[in-house]
Nanobody, 125 residues
Framework: QVQLVESGGDSVQAEGSLRLPCAAS????????MGWFRQAPGKEREGVAF???????RYTDSVKGRFTISRDIGEDTLYLQMNSLKPEDTAMYYC???????????????????WGQGTQVTVSS
């Protein structure tokens, strides 16, 4: 049974940092595309960062240079390191897995089969 569990959400000041872990179980997470998405109140879910089975990463423009997606293969854990946080980064953050794809990860949420429950990140100015 595939399960994804996020943690690490918190309330921080602008310019602060957070690291979000996502523990994966029930499958070999390193073999497939995984991504981080976020959804702010009243807005659509947005793809933030993606990583394929070779470790190739891709980011949405608004977080480039500030966020880093990575995975610990031994621990089956996906991470999102977030630096220089801005109030507009405030959202519920979700990790997701696309078990139909190992490379050329899609950014659309509809491509992802499994989702965690989310963790809240709030950035105040």
């Amino acid at each position: 049974q595939v399960q994804l569990v996020e943690s690490g959400g918190d309330s921080v000041q602008a310019e602060g940092s957070l690291r979000l872990p996502c523990a994966a179980s029930g499958y070999s997470s390193s073999a497939y595309c995984m991504g981080w998405f976020r959804q702010a109140p009243g807005k659509e879910r947005e793809g933030v960062a993606f990583i394929d089975s070779d470790g190739f990463t891709r980011y949405t423009d608004s977080v480039k240079g500030r966020f880093t997606i990575s995975r610990d293969i031994g621990e089956d854990t996906l991470y999102l390191q977030m630096n220089s946080l801005k109030p507009e980064d405030t959202a519920m953050y979700y990790c997701a897995a696309d078990l139909s794809r190992s490379y050329r990860c899609y950014s659309a949420s509809s491509s992802y089969d499994y989702w965690g429950q989310g963790t809240q990140v709030t950035v105040s100015s």
